[in-house]
């Protein structure tokens, strides 16, 4: 697959935009022979397997100029980093405990000069601030990310929809999610028509406040 599979499934990206598109394949070959962070099968998928995936959350929701994005777990740098590209007028903050990913992440983001991209390595317990949504890649069973995210979600909505969690999974969600009433699942087949999606789902969780 190459990068013509997201310019068919967004048609109405800018030049710049398809230009960074394009130069992803060679930042991450690059360091992915330095510092392993994406699998050698999944690197030669790169366009389909993980940019095209963490783009599903782009096709649900249209971020607004000026809201923040926090994306937990981020690895080597998705959803994080399509979507910014993607969104250039959001702030996206991209954690991960592990250094050496950040690194790569680090790198990427140099060599695209995305200026709307904050990178820390550490635990998102101790991540400062609030943001208008939470992404990540399938990190944890839902409880359990919950509970590390708690507190880091802004209160006021400026969305269509609530803020909340955005959260890229596959396989069958209903035991982690039977607690999450709320929670809205999404299968990433109704905007992708690649057999890769078949399993993949994009899970909606607005966040209730209280008081």
Same mark, same amino acid.
């Given at each position: 697959?190459?990068?013509?599979?997201?310019?068919?499934?967004?048609?109405?990206?800018?030049?710049?935009?398809?230009?960074?598109?394009?130069?992803?394949?060679?930042?991450?070959?690059?360091?992915?022979?330095?510092?392993?962070?994406?699998?050698?099968?999944?690197?030669?998928?790169?366009?389909?397997?993980?940019?095209?995936?963490?783009?599903?959350?782009?096709?649900?929701?249209?971020?607004?100029?000026?809201?923040?994005?926090?994306?937990?777990?981020?690895?080597?740098?998705?959803?994080?980093?399509?979507?910014?590209?993607?969104?250039?007028?959001?702030?996206? @903050?991209? *954690?991960?405990? $592990?250094?050496? !990913? =950040? +690194?790569?992440?680090?790198?990427?983001?140099?060599?695209?000069?995305?200026?709307?991209?904050?990178?820390?390595?550490?635990?998102?317990?101790?991540?400062?601030?609030?943001?208008?949504?939470?992404?990540?890649?399938?990190?944890?069973?839902?409880? @359990?990310? *919950?509970?590390? $995210?708690?507190? !880091? =979600? +802004?209160?006021?909505?400026?969305?269509?929809?609530?803020?909340?969690?955005?959260?890229?999974?596959?396989?069958?969600?209903?035991?982690?999610?039977?607690?999450?009433?709320?929670?809205?699942?999404?299968?990433?087949?109704?905007?992708?028509?690649?057999?890769?999606?078949?399993?993949?789902?994009?899970?909606?969780?607005?966040?209730?406040?209280?008081?």
């Amino acid at each position: 697959m190459t990068v013509e599979i997201i310019f068919e499934n967004f048609p109405n990206l800018s030049e710049n935009q398809k230009q960074n598109f394009r130069k992803l394949e060679e930042l991450y070959k690059d360091w992915n022979q330095k510092i392993n962070v994406v699998s050698r099968k999944d690197i030669d998928e790169l366009y389909l397997r993980h940019v095209l995936h963490s783009l599903g959350i782009a096709k649900f929701i249209t971020f607004k100029d000026g809201s923040s994005i926090l994306d937990v777990g981020t690895g080597g740098g998705f959803p994080g980093i399509p979507l910014a590209i993607m969104f250039p007028e959001v702030h996206f @903050t991209l *954690v991960d405990s $592990i250094g050496k !990913k =950040i +690194k790569v992440v680090n790198e990427v983001v140099e060599g695209l000069q995305l200026t709307n991209v904050t990178t820390i390595n550490a635990r998102v317990e101790e991540i400062p601030g609030k943001f208008d949504f939470i992404v990540s890649r399938a990190v944890a069973a839902m409880p @359990t990310f *919950v509970h590390w $995210i708690k507190g !880091k =979600i +802004k209160k006021e909505s400026v969305h269509t929809v609530r803020n909340g969690i955005l959260y890229l999974k596959g396989g069958d969600l209903n035991d982690e999610l039977k607690d999450y009433r709320a929670a809205q699942v999404y299968n990433l087949t109704d905007y992708f028509k690649e057999d890769f999606f078949e399993t993949k789902k994009m899970v909606y969780l607005p966040l209730k406040y209280k008081g």
